[in-house]
């Protein structure tokens, strides 16, 4: 168990709708990283916040929005969804700013029908 | 073309045997590689790391950087049944961006 935990686990929803992820890094932890695993895509790099700021963006689409609050938890907000959108959402989290180890969450199975 | 490529396998061994899991990549800023290991339906754990070229051995484990080449590797030696799972290498420069880009990710599958 890494001590980050993400709610809920699986996800049906439908096309067009809007769904909210939600992340608990570990104790201590500053930064929250926000990834999507796909089959055909791997592990790709959404989005990191630090310490209640966004530090770093990758292939997010507008689409996607993040937060992360004052007591450090985050949420990952996905809109209009497509099917394409189906894929694991992983949050990760670190003490630092650039640290090599990240801790993952257990993932939401998020399905588009 | 990806920053970083990985074969995705499946690669089946059988149990003790050295397995070799490698990433090639293109961005030259990578300074910082990392070797993850998957469970299915499980996050990633971070397995080991290492800043710029050059070896790192943790038990079984031998993580080696080879920038000249773009191209770093994962050894397993005595492979293990446990040992069965995906393996993602990771890599981020060292300045400038602090986005981390994984590979697709390696299936490996020792049989008993």
């Known amino acids: 168990d890494s001590g980050v935990t993400q709610t809920p686990k699986h996800l049906i929803t439908a096309t067009g709708q809007r769904v909210t992820l939600r992340c608990s890094p570990r104790?201590?932890?500053?930064?929250v990283y926000w990834y999507q695993q796909s089959l055909d895509q791997g592990l790709q790099f959404l989005i990191q916040y630090y310490n209640g700021e966004e530090r770093a963006k990758g292939n997010i689409l507008e689409r996607f929005s993040a937060q992360q609050f004052p007591d450090l938890h985050s949420e990952l907000n996905l809109s209009s969804l497509e099917l394409g959108d189906s894929a694991l959402y992983f949050c990760?989290?670190?003490?630092?700013?650039?640290?090599?180890?990240?801790?993952f969450g257990p993932g939401t199975r998020l399905t588009v029908t | 073309q990806k920053e970083v490529e990985q074969d995705p396998g499946p690669l089946s061994v059988p149990e003790g045997a050295i397995v070799s899991l490698n990433c090639t990549y293109s961005n030259s800023a990578f300074q910082y590689f990392m070797w993850y290991r998957q469970y299915s339906r499980k996050g990633p754990e971070l397995l080991m790391y290492t800043y710029s070229s050059g070896n790192k051995e943790d038990g079984r484990f031998t993580a080696q950087v080879d920038k000249s080449s773009k191209y770093i590797s994962l050894f397993i030696r005595d492979s293990q049944p446990s040992d069965s799972a995906t393996y993602l290498c990771a890599m981020r420069a060292t300045s400038g961006t602090y986005k981390y880009i994984f590979g697709t990710g390696t299936r490996l599958k020792v049989l008993a």
């Open positions: 104790s201590g932890d500053l930064s």
């Open positions: 990760a989290s670190s003490e630092g700013l650039t640290p090599y180890e990240q801790y």
